[in-house]
């Protein structure tokens, strides 16, 4: 997707390190969504943000999104072989009507 | 609770054939969404409803394609003719208005 640009396009870390994932946007953001996927296999929830300067963690994820910026974050704490995957980010963009536009992905590979 | 249901998980079928895709939302969602995935594409979103009705049907790719969605709790996807460029993964999401999606287990289509 052009409106939503991730970077790295893909990862490969040692298990332990930590890891950032980035997600922006050309356009204003209405909501932001992160998803894990294993390729071919359907895409599983992590986060969703709305508000500026908003932060949320599950477990050892934490997603920020900073508003004025048109971005969010995504940082993976000491990384494990479980946490390897597809990363999708995802955003309302155009309206705030629930349509979302994704992210190309970006491919993380955890080393133990 | 049951997540949103797609069938069927895989189906090769010969180039010219009608394929058509099921959907089954999750109930009391009123929002749902038909995408394709592919490794040079990545995540379309192909069409989405609103409380039944088609919002927005600009990623549908041809003519050959086409959704419907006659009640809330059942959608399909149909393509006529198919043709070997269609092969994809088709997910089928669903969501309260203006809340996150919930993706279905995807349908991998290959066309000979």
């Known amino acids: 997707s052009q409106e939503l640009e991730q970077s790295p396009q893909s990862l490969i870390v040692q298990e332990g390190k930590n890891l950032t994932i980035n997600c922006t946007s050309s356009?204003?953001?209405?909501?932001l969504y992160w998803y894990k996927q294993k390729y071919g296999e359907g895409l599983i929830f992590l986060m969703m943000?709305?508000?500026?300067?908003e932060e949320k963690s599950h477990e050892k994820i934490t997603a920020k999104l900073d508003e004025k910026k048109q971005q969010s974050s995504l940082h993976i704490t000491a990384s494990q072989p479980s946490h390897a995957g597809i990363y999708l980010c995802?955003?309302?963009?155009?309206?705030?009507?629930?349509?979302?536009?994704f992210g190309d992905g970006t491919t993380l590979t955890v080393k133990p | 609770d049951a997540g949103v249901i797609q069938s069927p998980r895989h189906e090769v079928t010969e180039m010219g054939q009608e394929v058509t895709l099921r959907c089954k939302p999750i109930?009391?969602?009123?929002?749902l969404f038909w995408y394709r995935q592919t490794m040079m594409r990545g995540l379309e979103l192909l069409i989405y409803?609103?409380?039944?009705?088609?919002?927005?049907d600009s990623g549908m790719p041809e003519d050959r394609f086409s959704a419907k969605m006659p009640n809330a709790s059942f959608s399909t996807l149909k393509i006529q003719p198919s043709e070997p460029r269609d092969s994809a993964v088709y997910f089928c999401?669903?969501?309260?208005?203006?809340?996150?999606?919930?993706f279905g287990d995807g349908t991998r289509l290959s066309i000979l």
């Open positions: 109930s009391g969602h009123n929002s």
């Open positions: 995802g955003a309302d963009i155009y309206t705030n009507a629930g349509k979302s536009t």
């Open positions: 409803f609103n409380n039944n009705v088609p919002i927005d």
């Open positions: 356009k204003t953001l209405y909501g």
């Open positions: 999401a669903s969501s309260l208005y203006r809340t996150r999606q919930h």
């Open positions: 943000l709305q508000k500026g300067g």
